[in-house]
């Protein structure tokens, strides 16, 4: 199999008492190149002091096993794009602040956030209102960058088209400091059509959000059809976008420089509803392989997945 090299990896965890290392080390067992890790619970601003986080042990040990780059992904509690509550707006601003200093301290050079939702007050105002977050976080000086997320479009959410991203991106005073994290998910469930015309979307998302604007993929297949504006993520390959749409992604030729996060949910036990198994490992192992198993889910199910 002489497949392209890739920079593939996955969603892990930081948690317990080795945190990062924990994260580092959940990344190495599913055979990754990289990884994606909140710095704590996703719903909450609960955080651990830095010099609880493990960072030299998980750094050392990141070298030792190849692993090249870690993605940190803010809380989706945050919501710039709030203008009906301003606490929330005003919270917001301030964990973001914070949380791009450990995202820092971690040495990653991306941060993923979701544009926000604009709860009612309208597209213009939610845009506006996440313009002027950014702008009070953002600073000349940062030495990574926040990659908005193209988002699947429920709700309010914003970030569902191409055009809310860039008019986001044109209307920040450092607009440098700003990329966009593409979910193949979130895109396909928003309305483009990754399955038939791939060419046509990367074609409409460079000319409308730019060259070179994307700084991390999401690869996820969605339960849902193209357009639902759902945003359930399935295993890779099992869903409506497929193995071979993902894989055309994937192994892109102009992006394959770019990290590839897979946000798959984890497969339940057949027996135990308890217990689930993460799809990484088998997931990492057939895109590498090129090579789609119809089982994996079902093996994994049954607990045959080790
Ligand atoms: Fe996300
Ligand atoms: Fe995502
Ligand atoms: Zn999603």
Redesign the pocket.
């Given at each position: 199999m002489n497949q392209p090299k890739i920079k593939i990896g996955s969603h892990v965890s930081m948690s317990g008492k080795d945190m990062f290392l924990n994260s580092a080390k959940e990344a190495a067992s599913y055979g990754s190149d990289v990884f994606m890790a909140y710095t704590g619970a996703p719903q909450n601003s609960k955080r651990k002091p830095l010099e609880e986080l493990k960072i030299e042990e998980g750094r050392a040990y990141m070298r030792a096993h190849g692993l090249s780059e870690v993605i940190i992904h803010a809380p989706y509690l945050i919501n710039l794009a709030n203008t009906v509550k301003e606490d929330t707006f005003r919270s917001s601003v301030e964990f973001l602040t914070s949380e791009i200093s450990r995202s820092e301290a971690l040495h990653s050079k991306v941060l993923v956030l979701h544009p926000g939702a604009h709860v009612g007050a309208g597209e213009e105002a939610g845009i506006a209102q996440v313009v002027e977050g950014l702008n009070q976080v953002l600073r000349p000086d940062l030495k990574l960058t926040v990659a908005l997320e193209t988002m699947?479009g429920k709700g309010s959410e914003l970030g569902r088209n191409f055009e809310q991203l860039a008019r986001i991106i044109g209307g920040v005073r450092y607009p440098e400091k700003l990329k966009v994290c593409f979910?193949t998910?979130?895109v396909h469930d928003s309305g483009y059509d990754l399955i038939h015309h791939p060419e046509e979307v990367f074609g409409a998302f460079e000319r409308i959000v730019g060259r070179d604007m994307i700084a991390v993929f999401h690869m996820?297949d969605s339960k849902n059809i193209c357009g639902a504006a759902k945003?359930r993520?399935e295993n890779y390959g099992f869903g409506q976008i497929g193995f071979e749409a993902l894989q055309r992604i994937m192994y892109h030729p102009d992006y394959l420089d770019i990290p590839k996060i897979l946000?798959s949910p984890w497969v339940k036990d057949g027996h135990n509803e308890k217990k689930s198994y993460a799809p990484y490992k088998q997931e990492i192992c057939s895109i590498r392989e090129n090579r789609f198993d119809p089982e994996m889910v079902e093996k994994l199910r049954a607990g045959n997945g080790e």
């Open positions: 699947a979910d998910c979130h996820n945003d993520h946000e």
